[in-house]
């Protein structure tokens, strides 16, 4: 079982690509860049079929989600 996300590392290439709160709720198919925020802040958890087009979105394997 892979381990916990790795909110820092998805927070970190969001930056580094200039991608909006909003760039990414919208790559995981949420209706409010709040929404998105409070995933990446580890206010909510990401649900397993967010995990796919999230590492699209950063361009990295889905393994390196993971910590």
Do not use: C, V
């Not at 909110?7 to 998105?36: C, F, Q, V």
């Not at 206010?43 to 397993?48: R, V």
Request: hydrophobic content about 35%.
């Amino acid at each position: 079982m892979p381990g916990k996300i790795n909110l820092t590392l998805i927070k970190r290439l969001r930056k580094e690509r200039h991608y909006t709160y909003a760039d990414m709720a919208n790559a995981l198919g949420l209706r409010e860049p709040e929404k998105y925020y409070r995933r990446e802040a580890g206010q909510y958890k990401f649900q397993a079929e967010e995990l796919p087009p999230l590492a699209r979105k950063l361009s990295i394997p889905i393994s390196k989600i993971f910590k």
